[in-house]
Structure formats: structure tokens, C-alpha cells
């Protein structure tokens, strides 16, 4: 194998940014979700702690709201991992760079087929050899 073969093709890397963008924006998309739900979820804990009728009723619920504060927590730091990556993607101009380097992809993976496929050549003069 050559060199060019051994080697991860531009193409490649160029697709692995494109799924790293993707993959930030439904990250950041899904974990905005979840703190949402874990906002409402709050409110119904202190419904329930209002409403507890003792003291391990009370404690329970403690506990449950610790768990759930600690996971909210997990997704507030997932959101703030992504969310630069995730903005830039949001963006309208951005989204025309992106689009831009899509078709940059098509164009490079084209010329990496036709470099790493089995070509040959066709003579189109006299035959080298001629034993005449």
C-alpha cells in the first residue's frame, strides 16, 4: 500500500468534523431538554416536601432532590461543554460555511476515488516493441 492509502484521507477528516458538529448540536439540543425537565421537576419536590406528612416522608424527598439536583447538575456542565459548538452551528453565516465544506467533502471524496482507484493507461501511439 502506498503512502496516500495508509494515511486517513482528508475526506475523512473532513467527515469526522462535520459528525463532531452534528453530534455538539444535538448534545447541547437534548441536554437543554433535560434541564428543562429537571426545572419542573423541582417545582413538583416542593409540592410533595408542602404536603409530606413526617419527617421521613421529608427526608425521602431530600434525598430524591439530591439525587435529581446532582444529575441536573451533570447536564448543566454537558451543556456548557457543547454550547460554543453548538452556537456557531445555530449561526447563519456559519451555516453557510458548513454547507460550504459539505460540498468540499463531495468534491475531495470524487478526487480520492479517482486517485485510489486502479488506473491504467492507453497508448496512443506506435507499440513501443515493434520486432518489424
Do not use: W
Not at 475523512?12 to 453530534?23: D, P, T, V
Not at 452551528?89 to 470524487?110: G, T, V, W, Y
Amino acid at each position: 500500500r502506498s503512502k496516500v492509502q495508509k494515511e486517513k484521507k482528508p475526506s475523512e477528516i473532513i467527515q469526522e468534523f462535520l459528525e463532531f458538529l452534528k453530534y455538539c448540536d444535538k448534545e447541547y439540543k437534548d441536554c437543554v431538554t433535560q434541564v428543562y425537565k429537571y426545572d419542573k421537576m423541582n417545582q413538583d419536590y416542593l409540592h410533595d416536601i408542602e404536603f409530606a406528612h413526617d419527617y421521613d416522608e421529608r427526608c425521602k424527598l431530600a434525598t430524591q432532590i439530591h439525587k435529581q439536583r446532582n444529575d441536573r447538575r451533570a447536564m448543566k456542565d454537558r451543556v456548557e461543554f457543547v454550547e460554543k459548538v453548538a452556537k456557531f452551528c445555530a449561526d447563519r453565516q456559519n451555516k453557510q460555511f458548513i454547507d460550504r465544506i459539505k460540498s468540499l467533502l463531495e468534491q475531495q471524496e470524487r478526487v480520492e476515488q479517482y486517485v485510489l482507484s486502479e488506473r491504467h493507461y492507453n497508448r496512443r501511439g506506435e507499440i513501443a516493441n515493434d520486432t518489424n
